[in-house]
């Protein structure tokens, strides 16, 4: 069965602080991973996007990383804010079943001041 | 640009009765699709929709029915509201993963979600 786990479950940090959030996946065969960010009451937004081929991607403090032969991802968010204060969803699609995609349980990040 | 629209935002039902959460995209998407999001838990998929006129099961389709008859509509009704169904609902559309100049991305695009009470 596809699967697609995130941890921490939620992660407290202090504003301007680093960060890193993971995600092991085992959907096969592989066509894509995103990162969305989801605001508290809020529909989810995508922050990036990486294929077999890419290795690293960013998007402004957001930098998601892929390793696709251990099948993790990570999400780095530098010098946080109050506003990354959000659910992370790492979402992986499978190279098959036409626009199915498996979705992991989320990070919860708090950003404190 | 509105993207995808979704109504109501808020909606509280009895358990027994019906209703319909509607979704609506003006990106000319072929992909639409519908997830429920409760407490803890990841998205779920519901049902899905790869075209007009075309609907497919998801992951939990049990007491929701789906139909497409436009590309931009793709209403999810309740025929017989449960308490299980107290849920947080998202539509999303997408295109079709192998038509975006040849990558393979499928980025979904979601609605604000619709907070459903079954008492």
């Known amino acids: 069965k596809n699967q697609v786990e995130q941890s921490p479950q939620s992660l407290i940090i202090l504003e301007g602080k680093n960060c890193t959030l993971q995600?092991?996946?085992?959907?096969?065969?592989?066509?894509?991973l995103r990162w969305y960010k989801q605001d508290t009451g809020r529909g989810p937004v995508s922050l990036t996007i990486?294929?077999?081929?890419?290795n690293t991607k960013s998007n402004g403090r957001y930098t998601a990383t892929l390793d696709a032969d251990t099948k993790q991802s990570s999400l780095h968010i530098t010098a946080s804010q109050l506003s990354d204060s959000a659910s992370y969803i790492c979402?992986?699609?499978?190279?098959?079943?036409?626009?199915?995609?498996?979705f992991g349980d989320g990070t919860t990040l708090t950003v404190k001041p | 640009n509105a993207g995808v629209t979704q109504t109501p935002k808020f909606q509280v039902l009895k358990t027994g009765q019906s209703m319909t959460l509607q979704c609506a995209q003006d990106?000319?998407?072929?992909?639409m699709s519908w997830y429920r999001q409760d407490p803890g838990m990841g998205l779920r998929l519901i049902h899905y929709?790869?075209?007009?006129?075309?609907?497919d099961q998801g992951e939990v389709p049990n007491g929701y029915n789906v139909s497409r008859s436009t590309t931009e509509d793709f209403p999810l009704r309740l025929l017989s509201a449960a308490p299980s169904q107290t849920s947080v609902y998202f539509c999303?559309?997408?295109?079709?993963?192998?038509?975006?100049?040849?990558?393979?991305?499928?980025?979904?695009?979601f609605g604000e979600g619709s907070r459903l009470t079954v008492l």
């Open positions: 999303a559309s997408s295109i079709p993963p192998l038509r975006r100049g040849g990558q393979n991305t499928g980025e979904l695009f």
């Open positions: 979402v992986v699609r499978a190279n098959t079943n036409a626009g199915k995609s498996t």
């Open positions: 990486m294929t077999f081929s890419e």
């Open positions: 995600c092991n996946y085992t959907v096969s065969p592989f066509s894509n």
């Open positions: 929709s790869v075209g007009a006129g075309i609907t």
């Open positions: 990106m000319n998407h072929e992909y």
